[in-house]
């Protein structure tokens, strides 16, 4: 799917659109980066690095409005081989809607590759039950993998 044109939908969970996000989404990108991973958050060059590297699959969901609801970030980035994802986050005002699930399929059924490996911080069980009920297993843990000295887990998905 990735290069090709993204349907766009509109999910029975509300007025929800699904988009490929760009580097003009930049700055509400960013906004939603230092929301929601305090301290974490990728930096504009890092989040244009995303938007922009080949073969990213970058998706948003946008609200009624127009506001950004959530972000998938996930390909070959930053290269070697392995299909990564990035980054998976939704708006504390979307949050427990079922998006992230939607996200994550439609996320996911962008990705080439039989495996998809993913980062995620050791304190984060929300997100690890999120991976966890949709297939993915721990692969092993980083020992302070993020800046503030916390573990990371590595997971990983493989699909036939
Ligand atoms: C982790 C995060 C992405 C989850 O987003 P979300 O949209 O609230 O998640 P969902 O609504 O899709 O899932 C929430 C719940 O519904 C359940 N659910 C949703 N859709 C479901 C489905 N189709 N089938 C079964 N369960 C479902 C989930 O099990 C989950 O249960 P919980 O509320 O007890 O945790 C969100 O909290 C977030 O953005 N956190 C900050 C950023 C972050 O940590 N990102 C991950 C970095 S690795």
Redesign the pocket.
């Given at each position: 799917m990735i290069g090709s044109e993204l349907h766009t939908s509109h999910f029975p969970y509300g007025e929800y659109r699904l988009a490929r996000a760009s580097w003009r989404d930049v700055f509400a990108l960013h906004r939603l980066e230092r929301l929601?991973?305090p301290g974490d958050a990728y930096s504009y060059p890092e989040l244009l690095a995303l938007l922009v590297w080949p073969g990213m699959a970058n998706l948003k969901l946008v609200d009624r409005h127009g506001r950004l609801a959530?972000f998938f970030s996930g390909g070959p980035f930053p290269g070697g081989g392995r299909t990564w994802i990035m980054?998976?986050?939704?708006?504390p005002e979307?949050?427990?809607?079922?998006?992230?699930?939607?996200?994550l399929a439609e996320g996911e059924a962008c990705l080439a590759g039989p495996t998809i490996y993913?980062?995620?911080?050791a304190s984060?069980r929300?997100?690890y039950?999120?991976?966890a009920?949709n297939g993915y297993i721990q692969v092993r843990v980083k020992a302070r993998y993020y800046p503030d000295g916390e573990d990371g887990i590595e997971m990983r998905k493989d699909r036939p």
């Open positions: 929601i991973f959530a980054t998976i986050g939704v708006h979307h949050q427990r809607r079922g998006l992230a699930w939607r996200l993913l980062t995620v911080r984060n929300r997100a039950a999120l991976y009920q």
